[in-house]
């Protein structure tokens, strides 16, 4: 990777005066967020779902605002896979004025979760500022990034003056693809239109961080490992009948007695340098019995009490081993009638350093009867994880700009319990990044469930943050 500046020079480099923030509630008036507040609610609120939705539109949206900013039909790619009207995205690059410097990527998916109107409280479709937090499908995943991206595009070449180095947005289509019909628009472009993509280094979602009981960010995570998603059907098949004549192997009480033994599979402990940094350094933060132990389990990953502890945090044991769950089920044809199929989805998340087989091995042994069959699914899979070097010409400046806007802020390197469209990006040898800025509840987020909500004071101050790390990274 080319180097932007030593580590010693990044910080002295940093000190120089950014463009100021402050710590002014989100909710003072500033004329600067009039548009990229316009840009987010038009983002959030064109419904880019797998059933019913456009990302293609949602690209050319964005793709307007571009232009209205400067920017060139050439330096502007739609790109709309053949067969795929509505799984669009967009390609923007604002040129840098030394070639010799790799370019960097600015990665976001514009693509939800679904989300049915009458679960939630409010309009999943309609942005809502509430009490602090603005609420939407997609509020926080990933459109808040991704409106923060396109803004910082517009606001760099508002600047009229070109960055040092190349920079490029990339809004695709179909991370959050959870069947066999969903087409990643990040690993299409990666197939097809590498040249687009192709990058010295990234940055992406799944950094952010933590609420601090008091509001504001308690720290500044940024991703650097991550689980590799893998998903299996557990299927039972049986000749059926009438059910006036119930039968003891009946296809759905096999399928539930064999859930009920996955539900007590719990795979043993694993870290990585990653995961004990993490534990070391976010368990020193806490004062509580939690963070103590880990402490301990960092400094001695054997230590099964100490692994205990820490599994009790719902939040935390996913760190620490590759972890399975089943999402959904299907069974039946007729009321009135035995089933002649019961399957299950499992969605298992494995860590660095196993594989789906032996994850699959696992799970045929707790299941432990041949009549279930453990299917690996047909849903599209991304590449397996690999993780980005901990960088200091990239850790360094997200350190230093973040002691800017979040003075005494630690910033924590971390591994995702979750995927992003990074494992995709490695297969062309782009280290990615996520990046922080945009901290959140993790228990009241609402991320792929109901109320999605982000902080408004989070959008706010994680839009200035990321606008200056990116302007001080394309002028290195």
Request: glycine share 12%; aromatic share 6%; proline share 13%.
């Given at each position: 990777m080319y180097r932007l500046v030593t580590a010693a020079a990044a910080a002295a480099a940093l000190l120089q005066p950014l463009a100021a923030t402050g710590?002014?509630?989100?909710?003072?008036?500033?004329?600067?967020?009039?548009?990229?507040?316009?840009?987010?609610?038009?983002?959030?609120?064109t419904n880019t779902t797998s059933s019913v939705g456009d990302c293609t539109q949602a690209a050319r949206q964005v793709a307007t605002r571009l232009r209205a900013a400067g920017y060139a039909d050439s330096d502007l790619t739609i790109y709309v896979p053949e067969g795929r009207p509505r799984d669009g995205g967009l390609v923007a690059t604002l040129a840098g004025s030394d070639a010799k410097r790799p370019a960097l990527l600015l990665l976001a998916h514009i693509d939800v979760v679904e989300a049915k109107r009458e679960d939630w409280q409010r309009d999943p479709f309609k942005l809502i500022e509430e009490d602090g937090y603005f609420y939407a499908r997609g509020a926080s995943d990933d459109k808040a990034q991704a409106a923060i991206f396109a803004d910082t595009m517009i606001r760099l070449k508002q600047r009229g003056t070109a960055p040092k180095r190349t920079v490029k947005l990339a809004l695709t289509c179909g991370e959050e693809g959870s069947n066999e019909r969903v087409l990643n628009g990040a690993g299409w472009l990666?197939?097809?239109?590498?040249?687009?993509?192709?990058?010295?280094?990234?940055?992406?979602?799944?950094?952010?961080?933590?609420?601090?009981?008091?509001?504001?960010?308690e720290t500044l995570g940024v991703q650097v490992a991550q689980k590799s998603p893998r998903n299996f059907i557990l299927e039972v098949t049986d000749r059926g009948g009438h059910s006036s004549q119930p039968r003891p192997d009946n296809a759905i009480y096999r399928l539930a007695a064999a859930l009920t033994r996955l539900s007590t599979l719990r795979f043993p402990v694993k870290l990585n340098p990653v995961s004990l940094a993490y534990l070391a350094k976010a368990g020193a933060l806490r004062k509580d019995a939690t963070g103590a132990a880990m402490v301990r389990l960092a400094a001695a990953p054997g230590d099964p009490a100490a692994a205990e502890a820490v599994s009790r945090d719902l939040a935390l044991d996913p760190l620490l081993r590759t972890t399975c769950v089943a999402t959904m089920l299907e069974a039946g044809h007729a009321a009135n009638a035995l089933p002649q199929r019961a399957a299950a989805s499992v969605n298992c998340r494995i860590v660095p350093g196993e594989t789906a087989d032996e994850t699959r091995a696992a799970i045929e042994r707790v299941v432990a009867d041949p009549q279930v069959k453990v299917l690996r699914s047909k849903i599209q899979e991304?590449?397996?994880?690999?993780?980005?070097?901990?960088?200091?010409?990239?850790?360094?400046?997200?350190?230093?700009?973040?002691?800017?806007?979040?003075?005494?802020?630690?910033?924590?390197?971390?591994?995702?319990?979750?995927?992003?469209?990074?494992?995709?990006?490695?297969?062309?040898?782009?280290?990615?990044?996520?990046?922080?800025?945009?901290?959140?509840?993790?228990?009241?987020?609402?991320?792929h469930g109901l109320n999605e909500r982000i902080p408004v004071d989070a959008l706010y101050r994680g839009r200035d943050y990321i606008y200056d790390l990116v302007t001080y990274v394309v002028q290195r």
């Open positions: 710590q002014a509630p989100a909710a003072a008036a500033r004329p600067d967020r009039t548009a990229f507040r316009e840009l987010y609610r038009e983002l959030v609120e990666v197939d097809h239109r590498p040249e687009l993509v192709r990058a010295g280094f990234a940055f992406n979602e799944g950094g952010g961080g933590r609420t601090a009981p008091g509001g504001g960010p991304r590449p397996v994880a690999e993780s980005a070097p901990l960088d200091p010409a990239i850790l360094t400046p997200i350190a230093a700009v973040g002691a800017k806007h979040f003075p005494g802020v630690p910033v924590i390197p971390t591994q995702s319990a979750g995927a992003t469209d990074a494992t995709y990006l490695s297969k062309i040898g782009v280290p990615t990044y996520g990046i922080p800025g945009l901290w959140n509840d993790p228990a009241t987020a609402g991320t």
